[in-house]
């Protein structure tokens, strides 16, 4: 292993060195490359291996919620061995290994086959192995003849996570859907695919990279196969600008400028973390290869609030019941990782005014860092009016605006795009959200159902079915709300009985509060107004003397519609209840579990909350789910207008009164508005600067303001 | 009638000129003054009249819709007349009366006395007068000398509409709800008087405006009224900004600049009315003293959306079931009128960027009008990536922003604000957006109680109660999809049985349409996906041959949870369902009905569906419902954080595709971003242009890019 001694010593400053990081900092690149020479030496030379994940081993929170305290009180810190985490294939074969390495001791401390039915993700190096074992194989050539294109047609493969259905599907598969791109513009590179299914898909194994099936789809209202038939011309369908007939001429440019700077500091933490302040707030911004952000120890006003909080898990599983659709679900952090497809976010482009990018790391195939610049934006938005009160006696007007701290990814999931976002606000609210965007797995279908149609999908365009799917997502909050020992509860509420002395009127109602005692799932009720809490218990408000609290507001959604016999809903294990709570364990951070590629289920959040523990007034961890039924409209493609997802976290009791009363006033001359035009009735450009700088401030005429 | 002929003449140009404005523009200031006239004149002149409406009376549709297809085509416009709606009072009288005046013919149509058990709305010099017989009234003298306050003490009396609750109620009548200023502070006269509830309650007759009994409030958890004790000095809960210890001094402006000038032209149309037009989008504005602003003749792209869009009406039900407090449940349209309670909003303090304001202008008790300057602005905003996606073989992303246009009034009702827009975005859509602040209605309570509480309120502070309460909104839907013969149907998405042949895996859903035959309320179902959609089946989309349709995005709620005997819930006849769908009748524009003030039902959107109309392919109005059941935090107080409430209107198969396609590309030339350091890995502060401007464009290495 000299060669693997090498590296260490030249990519990596020294194994001890690699202490001074704070240890919820992600893996720098040179502990990557440390860590992947450290597994490739318990190999014998020859042994070539194919990284999946190499990333932080958080440590056990046990041992980071001391070293936290410490922190934060400045006691000296406990030293925490440094580790990493790494998932790995011998290369070309299906033999599948997890490793922890140790890295302040500079050896591997654990390295177990993993197996059977359990397979990494794919990753960058293997998708495109596999589009190129399906454009080589000779059966899809002979298939693509039958076709009869148009000579220089380009032809594109899609690989699609296999899925699971028990199915002779032990192996490692891949399903590949084709596409060509418009025949009439072979030289496009960007020309959209999506507009042009092609009716079979090759399956590819991932051992030796061949087809070892080829599956002919069905394109009518059933299950019949046709024989392939030449090619109908339709037209292509663009989202490119240039492909446009026209652009809009009309839009003006509307630009958000930050003259003094943003009012948020990021404070580099090690060469991989950072810690970022901002309006009361503080928080710790880490990113791994399958979450992507990931905020740790999050506080208001130092008041502790959430140990950790990420993105879980999403799972997206389709309508069309024929094979091989019926396979198709995927699992977009534990199949490919969020972290992984992050988009490298340009300014201007992605972001719009004052913006901060982050950088992160994570490995390649080879156990080589791979920098992943712009991946996270940081930045400051208005978010129109925060509060306002008009006094009208006095007609003076108290208003301030809501800013927001945005931290945001893109990622791009071969067809699809997810804009993921925290937002922070100065009210002590925390939103989580997901804007749905990109294009449409598409299908073919026949031309005589274009304007019939099928009940399970959507004709987008002549001869292009979108199936219809559910977007199901789990956010992971695991909170520290004035401690860790909280217990979560739901208010509903009620109308009082009719009674002649206590409610002769019929209008009275209360709210009473459930104590959630055991591990489990949950659900909304909006008949009800349940709403989830996460509460303290121990800490009570000085003012009413209600337990400290955070509130979830999560919208709605319709549960996973798959049969609870079928795979989709024994591997989606957090897709039937809006809420799981269990008790915190390390390493469970994934909802539908560590390893989603082809899973079978029995390793997610369901199987956690099973162990049936008491979930009261102790550590607990909440997952909360949402999503969409997208049930395409023609209107979503080429590309989709972003539908947008909400979760906040708002404080309930938590504070004695509103805590953003602090926010200066929202004043002219700091926000320096301009009038649209001369139609208007205001004094000046300026206006009034009322007593104490209050713009919006007492009436010309007090008593005599309009109601 | 000689003086109400002279106004006449001088106040108005003349009544054949009013003909000239558009049959949709509001009554300007002259029309108001010549209505008022106009009705004077039936009277003796000795006869004094309190104006409650004088307003627009809306041609008949069908007139309406002739007129505006002759508009658009260009065609000789029909003559239609222009009439005001009136309702006043014989004043200090209970003589209601409602009358119709023929401008054109410069007559009175119609002049009948209403009731019983109508009542007209209140006006500002009504509640003025309200407060004064409260405050001047000895019983309440009388009762403020036992609190024993401190000398100099301010009072303030809350004139709170008085409700229904069948009991002695036939009369016109306020609740007044009495508070203290803090009596440490007494010259500050925007001291929160919300922090210092009173424990008694003088009702104030409207006739001779005199007290008619003096309420005392149950404080302690049941129906007990104490003996009136002397106050126990609290400490005060002041919003303003010079009242607080200190404000954040680290937040930065941000700046919102349209260097070119806004993207929207705003067309006066008569002196009242205005015709906005923005990226494809074209529609009128008109606004009146109940609804504020009203939207007409929505059009994308020249092809006929809306007829007209407006908040019809929001009812706010009270949880406390005891004796005064069971009658609170404002309908702040109906009571007060959000077009008469319209702040005045200010640059740079309501309104962030480059924004144009409009004046609205409505009457006063006496007919006289009165301007409400800048009642509506009219702004942009940036609603972050309208779409993107990024093609991973090539790197090249495309992506464009969402601008939204905002309309945006905000209203005071006493304690309360709304903050109330219409948003319209590029890709088709309308978003109706409440966001409700202000300060909570409170009552006191026994300090016994401040750490225990009651289960049908929230404490706020020390002695001060807020009662939980519901917010319910109508948002009233009048459509006009490629034609007034509309319906409305909804989609549900069912699983399918398990079949060992058409769903063997048990992952297959359908999505099925219901047509909605009969008039009626409809309510949501999140575990069926059911998504209402306002459809014309005689226009195909022409690629998929499916109705074009709008869906209607409403967050679900509780609906009122009053008993169906009470007088809130007969009152209240929009708010027992999600959705209500009736035929178009003139004059049914409100779901609460016309005269809201002490109503007693029967005259609102569940009595229109009663007639049990056909509604399948014929003029139907569709009325949304939303809102929050307000179950008050300590953070709600002093003023609460802008909860936020939205309705979209998204197309549905109405476009042939992504009708943001044609947005330009988001680009650093246009959106002159900056960066927030130099801890950025951006190549220069321009960022790269590709082909075609694209800056997002092709990646350095094509096939090399991050997945």
Not at 177 to 187: E, L, Q, S, T
Not at 290 to 306: K, S
Not at 594 to 618: E, I, L, P
Request: with cysteine; proline share 8%.
């Amino acid at each position: 292993m000299a060669a693997a001694a090498q590296d260490f010593s030249s990519a990596t400053p020294s194994v001890a060195k690699a202490d001074i990081f704070h240890p919820l900092c992600p893996l720098t690149g040179a502990e990557i490359t440390t860590t992947a020479n450290l597994v490739r030496s318990v190999w014998p030379s020859n042994v070539d291996l194919r990284f999946k994940v190499v990333t932080l081993d958080e440590p056990p929170k046990k041992q980071m919620v001391s070293y936290l305290e410490a922190e934060h009180s400045g006691a000296p810190l406990p030293q925490i061995p440094r580790k990493a985490f790494v998932s790995y294939y011998i290369r070309n074969t299906d033999r599948f290994h997890e490793a922890v390495v140790n890295l302040s001791a500079g050896k591997v401390e654990s390295n177990v086959r993993l197996g059977p039915n359990v397979h990494g993700n794919g990753d960058y190096d293997e998708i495109l192995q596999v589009e190129k074992a399906a454009l080589e194989d000779e059966g899809v050539k002979a298939a693509l003849a039958k076709l009869k294109l148009p000579e220089g047609t380009a032809i594109t493969a899609d690989p699609w996570i296999y899925g699971s259905d028990g199915v002779n599907d032990d192996e490692r598969l891949f399903q590949v859907f084709m596409y060509m791109r418009d025949p009439a513009n072979p030289g496009e590179l960007d020309s959209n695919h999506y507009a042009f299914p092609l009716p079979f898909s090759p399956v590819v194994e991932c051992n030796t990279f061949k087809v070892i099936r080829l599956d002919y789809l069905p394109t009518g209202a059933d299950n019949t196969i046709h024989e392939l038939r030449p090619y109908e011309p339709v037209p292509p369908n663009e989202y490119l600008p240039e492909a446009q007939p026209s652009l809009r001429k009309d839009l003006k440019p509307l630009r958000v400028l930050q003259p003094e700077g943003a009012s948020f500091t990021l404070t580099p933490a090690g060469e991989t973390g950072h810690v970022v302040e901002w309006q009361k707030w503080s928080f710790r911004v880490g990113y791994n290869q399958r979450e992507g952000m990931v905020l740790y120890d999050v506080r208001y006003d130092t008041r502790p609030l959430f140990y950790r909080l990420s993105l879980s898990d999403m799972n997206i599983p389709y309508a069309d019941p024929r094979h091989p659709f019926h396979k198709k679900a995927a699992y977009d952090l534990g199949d490919a990782g969020a972290g992984a497809m992050a988009n490298n976010l340009k300014l201007g482009c992605d972001c719009l005014g004052h913006i901060q990018y982050l950088t992160a790391v994570i490995t390649d195939d080879k156990g080589l860092p791979v920098p992943l610049e712009n991946c996270v934006c940081v930045h400051e938005q208005d978010a129109g009016i925060g509060w306002k009160h008009t006094n009208y006696r006095t007609g003076r007007a108290a208003v301030v605006r809501n800013r927001e701290l945005v931290l945001q990814s893109i990622i791009t999931v071969s067809n699809y795009e997810y804009i993921l976002a925290f937002m922070f606000n100065q009210a002590g609210e925390v939103i989580y959200e997901v804007r749905a965007t990109g294009i449409l797995s598409t299908q073919p279908i026949d031309h005589e159902l274009d304007k019939v149609g099928v009940p399970f999908g959507t004709v987008v365009h002549p001869g292009v079915l979108a199936a219809h799917h559910q977007h199901i997502f789990s956010l992971r909050i695991d909170p520290m709300l004035e401690g860790h020992a909280n217990r979560l509860v739901y208010d509903e509420a009620h109308a009082m009985p009719l009674d002649k002395d206590w409610n002769p009127h019929g209008v009275g109602y209360t709210v009473a509060e459930t104590v959630v005692e055991r591990a489990g799932g949950l659900d909304l009720n909006a008949d009800a107004n349940r709403t989830f809490k996460i509460q303290n218990p121990a800490v009570r408000n000085p003012v009413n003397g209600k337990p400290v609290a955070y509130k979830i507001h999560a919208p709605p959604f319709q549960k996973l519609l798959a049969h609870p016999s079928s795979y989709h809903f024994k591997r989606a294990e957090f897709a039937d209840h809006n809420i799981y709570v269990t008790t915190h364990r390390d390493r469970e951070l994934y909802a539908g579990g560590w390893y989603t590629n082809q899973s079978r289920g029995g390793t997610g959040v369901r199987s956690f909350a099973a162990r049936n523990d008491s979930v009261k007034d102790t550590d607990i961890v909440v997952w909360v789910q949402f999503g969409i039924n997208h049930v395409p409209r023609i209107e979503d493609f080429p590309v989709m207008p972003c539908e947008i997802l909400k979760v906040s976290l708002k404080p309930v009791n938590f504070f004695d009164r509103n805590p953003a009363l602090d926010v200066p006033p929202s004043e002219q001359s700091f926000n320096q508005s301009t009038l649209a035009t001369n139609m208007h009735h205001q004094p000046a450009l300026e206006a009034t600067v009322g007593k104490d700088g209050a713009c919006c401030g007492p009436a010309e005429q007090p008593g005599k303001s309009r109601l």
